[in-house]
Nanobody, 124 residues
Framework: QVQLVESGGGLVQAGGSLRLSCAAS????????MGWFRQAPGKEREFVAA????????YLADSVKGRFTISRDNAKNTVYLQMNSLKPEDTAVYYCAAGIIWKDYAARNKYSYWGQGTQVTVSS
């Protein structure tokens, strides 16, 4: 049984930083594409970042480039999202996802497994 458990969310002031973690069980993160998505109230879930299963190439949404970084710790079977220079518009529930993906890493329907989400709130 696959489980993805996010943690690390919280309340932070604009300009601050948070690091989200996604601990996986039932799958090995080094053999899946891992992604982060977010959903703000009244909006659709949108792509934030992804890391390939092979080689570790990363992909970031334009809105977070230069501020967010995705990484993976194979020994801990965990994926991270380091978020710096946070803005109020980054406020959302952040979801971790996993899938067997070769392209279109930003497409939600490519991911087979999802976590429950963690709330990030950035105050101005």
């Amino acid at each position: 049984q696959v489980q993805l458990v996010e943690s690390g969310g919280g309340l932070v002031q604009a300009g601050g930083s948070l690091r989200l973690s996604c601990a996986a069980s039932g799958l090995t993160v080094s053999t899946y594409a891992m992604g982060w998505f977010r959903q703000a109230p009244g909006k659709e879930r949108e792509f934030v970042a992804a890391i390939r299963w092979s080689g570790g190439s990363t992909y970031l949404a334009d809105s977070v480039k230069g501020r967010f970084t995705i990484s993976r710790d194979n020994a801990k079977n965990t994926v991270y999202l380091q978020m710096n220079s946070l803005k109020p518009e980054d406020t959302a529930v952040y979801y971790c996802a996993a899938g067997i993906i070769w392209k279109d890493y930003a497409a939600r329907n490519k991911y087979s497994y999802w976590g429950q989400g963690t709330q990030v709130t950035v105050s101005s």
